[in-house]
């Protein structure tokens, strides 16, 4: 079983700043990869960040240099530091995580299921 508890979601004004972190346990040998996505009303579930466990990120267009994503690889963790919000990235924000179990070659992903980040004008 693998558990991922998200945390940082709310409500914040255009312009501030939000902090998101995920945290991921159980039977994980190993996370290759950590990520963010996000899904707001009506539209489809998008890229927000993505890091690898040697710190290679990837991130969406909306959000490049605004959004910082980090891992602490000690502690399976995965922090999204995001600044200057705007309306447009109000979302449900859902970690993931790419990982593999022990004795196994098998990559798997799971998902967490969500933490809401609302921006107000």
């Known amino acids: 079983q693998v558990q991922l508890v998200e945390s940082g979601g709310g409500l914040v004004q255009a312009g501030g700043s939000l902090r998101l972190s995920c945290a991921a346990s159980?039977?994980?040998?190993?996370?290759?990869?950590m990520g963010w996505y996000r899904q707001a009303p009506g539209k489809q579930r998008e890229l927000v960040a993505t890091i690898t466990s040697g710190g290679s990120t990837n991130y969406a267009d909306s959000v490049k240099g605004r959004f910082t994503i980090s891992r602490d690889n000690a502690k399976n963790t995965v922090y999204l530091q995001m600044n200057s919000l705007k309306p447009e990235d109000t979302a449900v924000y859902y970690c993931?995580?790419?990982?593999?179990?022990?004795?196994?070659?098998?990559?798997?992903?799971?998902w967490g299921k969500g933490t809401l980040v609302t921006v107000s004008s």
């Open positions: 993931n995580i790419v990982y593999r179990r022990r004795y196994s070659t098998d990559a798997m992903a799971y």
């Open positions: 159980g039977t994980i040998f190993s996370i290759n990869a």
